[in-house]
């Protein structure tokens, strides 16, 4: 599922925090990762696996 639009820029993040809003009726309990990835040059450029903090 895509939460997000192009989150391309001029300069790379470092030690930033990304945030997106979720559709409506999807909640973070929905996933067990997360990825970034490159319609242009199909690959993964980072993931996270998410667990569920109590």
């Given at each position: 599922m895509?939460?997000?639009?192009d989150i391309r820029r001029?300069?790379?993040y470092d030690k930033e925090?990304?945030?997106l809003l979720l559709p409506d009726g999807i909640s973070s309990?929905?996933?067990?990762?997360v990825s970034i990835w490159?319609?242009?040059f199909?690959?993964?450029?980072a993931y996270a696996?998410?667990?569920i903090v109590p």
């Open positions: 895509i939460v997000s639009g001029d300069k790379p925090t990304l945030e309990a929905d996933f067990n990762f490159c319609d242009a199909p690959l993964t450029f696996e998410l667990t």
